[in-house]
């Protein structure tokens, strides 16, 4: 995607030691839906594309089963970078890698940003989040030049340590994708 793929890219000492690639969004520019993690993981870093281990394995399933298949939706992360020991990207980091992501935000122009775990949610949001008790909640943020709905989700790693989360995560997948059928007209025709 021209303008939003960062090829070169330094500003972070540790993360330039850390990673092995840039690890860019993914998926259709126009997409309805961006989801929005945190930083690569290993195997993110390994193959160059978001949410590809086992976090993208529940994802992907989610999705599936929302009729909101992968391919249809954009993924892409706070920081492009794997961060070293995968620790949480550090303030610094999410605000030099900020510019692409409002440029991502802006370029796609989703009609909804889902954003992934906690980390995501507050610097979307800009204040603290307790993600497990407002996971479904929906706020409308300026970004990427204009108000947007930020729909606050689990990260799909939680559901990996804590069974019991997976409901929650499911039900805001579904509710991602019943905002990006009702924008795009889809639910009108359910009603015939
Ligand atoms: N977790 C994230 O936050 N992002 C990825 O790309 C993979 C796992």
Known sequence: MEGVEVTECTRCADLVESRSRIVNGDGPEDADVLFVGEAPGASEDEEGVPFVGRSGDVLDDELRDAGLPRADVRITNCVRC???????PSREEL???????E???????????VTLGKVPGEHLLERDIAVTSEAGNVERVELGGEPREVLLCLHPAATLYDASQRETFTETIEKAATIAGESSGQSQLGDY
């Open 82 to 88: 794997r961060p070293p020991e995968n620790r949480d």
């Open 95 to 101: 605000a030099n890698c900020r510019p692409y992501l």
């Open 103 to 113: 440029r991502e935000i802006e370029l796609v122009d989703p009609d909804v940003i």
